[in-house]
């Protein structure tokens, strides 16, 4: 069974970053989309960053120039640097395995950025 594993979240100080990082296992990692998702209280899960099998990026507008998604096809994981983090930024952020229809999610971790 697919198994994706997030880590590296936790409280910040505005104005700092986290790296999040992502395992995977079970699956041929390097032909997935990778993702992050981010899900505040009260609001909708929403696409924070992705990378495809080639590497190319897309990012929310609210992250562009603060954030970046990489992966490491060799290690199966996937990250999410985040710089000059927000009070807004607090939430539980996702890991997302995606190809075709198929799609995998981690059980999240908590990034709250709080003075």
């Known amino acids: 069974q697919v198994q994706l594993v997030e880590s590296g979240g936790g409280l910040v100080q505005p104005g700092g970053s986290l790296r999040l990082s992502c395992a995977a296992s079970r699956m041929l990692f390097s032909i997935y989309l990778m993702g992050w998702y981010r899900q505040a209280p009260g609001k909708q899960r929403e696409l924070v960053a992705a990378?495809?099998?080639?590497?190319?990026?897309n990012y929310a507008d609210s992250v562009k120039g603060r954030f970046t998604i990489s992966r490491d096809n060799a290690k199966n994981r996937a990250y999410l640097q985040m710089n000059s983090l927000k009070p807004e930024d607090s939430a539980v952020y996702y890991c997302?395995?995606?190809?075709?229809?198929?799609?995998?999610w981690g059980q999240g971790t908590q990034v709250t950025v709080s003075s």
């Open positions: 990378v495809t099998s080639g590497g190319s990026t």
């Open positions: 997302n395995a995606r190809l075709a229809t198929t799609a995998y």
